[in-house]
């Protein structure tokens, strides 16, 4: 597809489960990003990779957060033993290349933990 | 102190009348700056970029920044129904690894 694609949409998960977010983005854009927002709230920077590696996991709030782009592509985020507090709206976006803030934004995975 | 920092509005404008969006960036590094539009249940659009001290406009809309005062704004002129959406400010930080957003202002503009 032309854009930045994010599978599930939408994932239901209870306390303590594991969710896996996918990213697809566009074809390439060598830069990915993964963002969290919460509602009422500006997203929240979480990493960012440059290619295959993470040239900035700062935003990651603890070690429960991981994420992976194995062959500079397509990303995965993984959060395990999910909280209640890690309910929000994940959002991927990719550029060219980095140094750059022109993003361009996937339509989320709206992550609900029960 | 956030980074990036909005008025959260809502702001309220007769169609046809200049929106103003104010933004205030702590990080003195920072020097690109960038303006994204997100309507409501969908994700971010960029709309504009600003790089350097003044004014640079697109069709309806004009950015301004000011680095000494590190402050960037937006204007909207002849404001629209359809331009009423929550408007993202948001700056490069001084390693150029990451944009960093405000928590938005919310405009609404009335017909």
Not at chain 1, 17 to 32: F, M
Not at chain 2, 3 to 11: A, C, H, K, R
Not at chain 2, 72 to 93: F, G, H, K, M
Request: glycine fraction near 12%.
């Amino acid at each position: 597809g032309a854009g930045v694609s994010q599978t599930p949409s939408n994932k239901v998960t209870e306390k303590g489960k594991y969710v896996e977010l996918r990213c697809d983005p566009i074809s390439g854009h060598t830069a990915l990003y993964w963002y969290r927002q919460s509602l009422g709230q500006g997203p929240e920077f979480l990493i960012y990779f440059q290619g295959t590696g993470a040239a900035d996991d700062s935003g990651l709030p603890n070690d429960r957060f991981f994420a992976v782009r194995p062959e500079g592509s397509v990303s995965t985020l993984k959060i395990q033993r999910t909280e209640r507090g890690d309910s929000a709206v994940y959002l991927c976006a990719s550029s060219r290349g980095s140094g750059t803030g022109e993003l361009f934004f996937g339509e989320g995975s709206r992550l609900t933990v029960l | 102190q956030k980074e990036v920092e909005q008025n959260s509005g809502p702001l309220s404008v007769p169609e046809g009348a200049i929106a103003s969006l104010n933004c205030t960036y702590s990080d003195r590094g920072s020097q690109s700056f960038f303006w994204y539009r997100q309507y409501s249940g969908k994700s971010p659009e960029l709309i504009m970029s600003i790089y350097s001290n003044g004014d640079k406009e697109d069709g309806r809309f004009t950015a301004q920044l000011n680095k000494a005062s590190q402050y960037v704004s937006l204007l909207i002129r002849d404001s629209q129904p359809s331009d009423s959406a929550t408007y993202l400010c948001a700056a490069l930080n001084t390693g150029f690894q990451k944009l960093v957003f405000g928590t938005g202002t919310r405009l609404l503009v009335s017909p």
